[in-house]
């Protein structure tokens, strides 16, 4: 056959496959199956999700109990390893490096009947037909950030981009309008008083609203093993923004520094680079301009040093947040951040957050 019309699935099915329907017709059981062919229950499910490979003596067994002949049973065999082997990534570690377990976990990937069904399963979640073109679309981030190397994404590129996708997919039914830097620049002063809302449950919906408004996509997607990012933006489209924040910190002052800091990415930054934030972000121009512009919309630039005169008690820290309409634990977070407290004191007044598992 011309290779160009030969049937190329982007899956794969084991002989086990046709078995199962055959024992359903027949209405036999699994350990009934495996009393005919002289198997235990254990070696039986193997057999039926390929992990056992037919040999001419199995084949034999099938053809006496089930019909079809040994022939068939061998070329059934043969053609699911071939399309199995096919399906493989040549990279054998790219699986590895995919954080499955917490997929599963988190509920964005379906567990896979076998390991055979493992690497198709990981496309259709990144909405990719191969490898290669998972590498062309995800495996090329690095050269997207704006940033240098950090150990946030070197740790685990393969984690980073599963969240991003993780992301994506919740944000496809928000409805958004088209991208307006003028509203969403003049939206965060709503977005501000946010801030001072214990709920998350009640302050994230209303963040989306106000955000969508603007053609601005936001998503809380907790970060999995190897991911250490807390947060991402990229344009989707010339009309839709992103913005990705993963609570990696459990804490306001960190949740809203974050997400001011994103902000400024897309009203500074333009729309061609992606920028994801981790802890040991390196130093660059933009990132120093992304803190600068959330630290001016938290705290307004005509008292900043009032704050930063603050003494270290509780109670004027909690008058100063209260006068500028934010969250206590972020002016504590500043306060840190420009060592006029250790990172020790006060932290009591930030507001910790937990998963729902």
């Given at each position: 056959m011309d290779?160009?019309?030969?049937f ?10 046709t078995i199962?329907?055959i ?5 036999l059981s699994?350990?009934?199956f495996?009393r005919q062919i002289?198997?235990t229950v254990q070696?039986?499910?193997e057999l039926l999700?390929g992990?056992?490979a037919?040999?001419?003596a199995?084949a034999r067994?099938l053809?006496r109990h ?7 049973w ?7 390893r071939q ?9 054998s570690g790219?699986?590895?490096e995919?954080?499955i377990v917490?997929?599963?976990?988190y509920?964005w ?12 399963a990981?496309?259709r979640?990144?909405n990719?037909p191969?490898l290669?073109a998972?590498r ?15 150990a946030?994404f070197?740790?685990?590129p393969?984690?980073v981009a599963?969240?991003l ?7 496809e ?8 830097p003028?509203?969403?620049s ?6 501000r008083?946010?801030?001072r809302?214990?709920d998350?449950?009640?302050?994230i919906?209303?963040?989306?609203e106000?955000?969508?408004a ?6 809380i997607v907790r970060?999995?093993?190897g991911?250490?990012?807390s947060g991402a933006?990229r344009?989707?489209?010339r009309?839709?923004?992103l913005?990705?924040?993963?609570f990696?910190h ?5 949740f809203?520094f974050t997400f001011f ?5 897309l009203?500074?930054?333009g729309q061609?680079r992606?920028?994801?934030?981790g802890?040991?972000?390196p130093?660059t ?13 938290l705290?307004p630039?005509?008292?900043h040093?009032?704050m ?6 509780h109670?004027d820290v909690?008058?100063?947040?209260q006068?500028i309409?934010i969250?206590?634990?972020?002016v ?9 407290i250790?990172?020790g ?10 998963w729902?598992?």
């Amino acid at each position: 056959m011309d290779s160009a019309y030969e049937f190329r699935p982007d899956w794969v099915s084991a002989p086990g496959d046709t078995i199962r329907d055959i024992l359903r017709e027949r209405g036999l059981s699994v350990a009934d199956f495996a009393r005919q062919i002289g198997y235990t229950v254990q070696q039986a499910t193997e057999l039926l999700q390929g992990r056992t490979a037919i040999t001419i003596a199995i084949a034999r067994s099938l053809e006496r109990h089930f019909g079809a002949s040994v022939a068939f049973w061998m070329s059934r065999d043969f053609q699911y390893r071939q399309d199995a082997t096919r399906l493989q990534p040549d990279d054998s570690g790219w699986l590895t490096e995919l954080p499955i377990v917490d997929m599963v976990k988190y509920g964005w990937l379906s567990p896979a009947p076998r390991p055979s069904n493992e690497v198709a399963a990981c496309l259709r979640f990144f909405n990719v037909p191969s490898l290669q073109a998972w590498r062309e679309t995800y495996g090329k981030l690095e050269e997207m950030v704006a940033f240098r190397k950090s150990a946030s994404f070197d740790s685990r590129p393969a984690a980073v981009a599963a969240w991003l996708r993780q992301g994506e997919i919740e944000t496809e039914a928000i409805d958004c309008r088209p991208w307006s830097p003028t509203v969403f620049s003049d939206s965060l002063a709503s977005v501000r008083p946010l801030t001072r809302q214990k709920d998350p449950h009640r302050f994230i919906p209303a963040l989306q609203e106000i955000c969508a408004a603007s053609g601005v996509a936001v998503a809380i997607v907790r970060a999995p093993t190897g991911c250490r990012a807390s947060g991402a933006t990229r344009f989707v489209s010339r009309t839709r923004a992103l913005l990705l924040l993963s609570f990696r910190h459990l804490s306001d002052d960190q949740f809203w520094f974050t997400f001011f800091h994103e902000a400024g990415h897309l009203l500074l930054h333009g729309q061609t680079r992606l920028f994801l934030e981790g802890v040991e972000m390196p130093p660059t121009s933009e990132e120093k301009e992304a803190n600068e512009f959330a630290g001016r919309i938290l705290v307004p630039p005509s008292l900043h040093s009032t704050m930063l005169d603050l003494a270290a008690d509780h109670r004027d820290v909690i008058r100063f947040a209260q006068r500028i309409g934010i969250s206590p634990g972020i002016v504590v977070g500043q306060l840190q951040h420009y060592k006029r407290i250790g990172p020790g004191y006060l932290n009591k007044l930030k507001r910790r957050y937990t998963w729902n598992e």
